[in-house]
């Protein structure tokens, strides 16, 4: 059996496509993976997250997606982790066995937000059974307070937990807890557990206390200058890698004040790509024009230190 690859560097949280009438749009994923792959060089993705709307899609819609990326994705790309969150158990052991049965390159999960686990112990019953559902597939809690509302330190969460979920490959951190983050990188003393971080504002910080790589909706147009900061990272040469956080910074700082969200963000990878992501899923409602327009100058205006 061949050994897996270890998941590090980028991987872009995708967007649903979707088209103009709000249905998922499947043909256009052939295109964007080639995107994704040719033109920023971000070779894993995780789907179904928050950047592609997986809560607001149907249990069938997340299945088809799932499908549709390992079917493109196949020879192409390096690896394909299905989100497989939801608001309860039976959806999330369905959703983990069809990734298993399509070859998903690893699972992750959130923690339930309505009615919520309120300590480590009832977190980690829910992920494993999850998780026992794929018993082959790795595992990554998808650590994300700020919108599940579950503040469990994942320091605390990491202790014992091998035993319980023999799969548990690692976290997508979304928080800015670095101190937390770096908890964990300092217990993981062996490197069996790998470390995503998931606010992409912030990466440089979380690469300097040792997380392995990112998970991000910026990598999905901004994927080959956050290459660019990695390798000066990696050189190291933290002046450059400096130079393309803070411009990377510069432009969320500037979109997050005139509003944020998956909306903008499919407002944004359609104009950078040329790939039509369609509008979002009600309750979400579509970026205004004017949104697009300075969104669009900005980024153009940014001088990258590789002069693009």
């Known amino acids: 059996m061949t050994p897996r690859k270890k998941l590090e560097g980028l991987v872009a949280a995708t967007i649903t496509p979707m088209t103009p009438d709000g249905q998922i749009n499947l043909p256009v994923i052939h295109q964007y993976v080639d995107y994704l792959v040719n033109e920023q ?101 998808y650590h994300i307070p700020p919108l599940t509302g579950v503040k469990i330190r994942v320091e605390e969460l990491l202790d014992g937990i091998k035993a319980q979920i023999p799969t548990f490959q690692g976290v ?3 928080d800015t807890d670095l101190l937390d983050l770096a908890q964990c990188i300092n217990k993981n003393e062996t490197g069996e557990f790998e470390f995503l971080y998931g606010v992409d504002e912030q990466l440089l910080g979380a690469l300097a206390v040792g997380a392995n790589g990112a998970v991000g909706s910026t990598y999905n147009y901004l994927g080959r200058q956050t290459n660019l900061m990695l390798q000066a990272f990696a050189k190291p040469d933290l002046a450059l890698a400096q130079k393309y956080q803070f411009l990377t910074g510069e432009f969320l700082n500037f979109v997050i004040k005139l509003g944020f969200g998956v909306a903008q963000t499919k407002a944004v990878m359609t104009s950078v ?5 369609g509008p979002p899923r009600l309750p979400l409602v579509d970026a205004s024009s004017e949104f697009i327009v300075k969104a669009k100058a900005k980024l153009d205006s940014i001088v990258w230190p590789d002069g693009d």
């Open 41 to 141: 060089n971000v070779k894993n993705v995780f789907v179904n997250g928050t950047t592609g709307e997986g809560l607001s899609l149907s249990i069938q819609e997340r299945k088809q997606l799932a499908e549709e990326w390992m079917c493109q994705g196949k020879d192409k790309l390096d690896h394909v982790i299905i989100h497989v969150g939801a608001l309860n158990l039976p959806e999330c052991q369905e959703l983990a066995r069809h990734a298993a049965a399509i070859g998903a390159g690893g699972i992750a999960v959130i923690a339930p937000f309505f009615f919520k686990p309120t300590s480590k112990d009832e977190l980690v019953a829910f992920l494993q059974k999850v998780a026992s559902e794929a018993p082959e597939v790795p595992f990554y809690y």
């Open 172 to 174: 997508k951190f979304s």
């Open 273 to 277: 790509s040329g790939i039509p992501m």
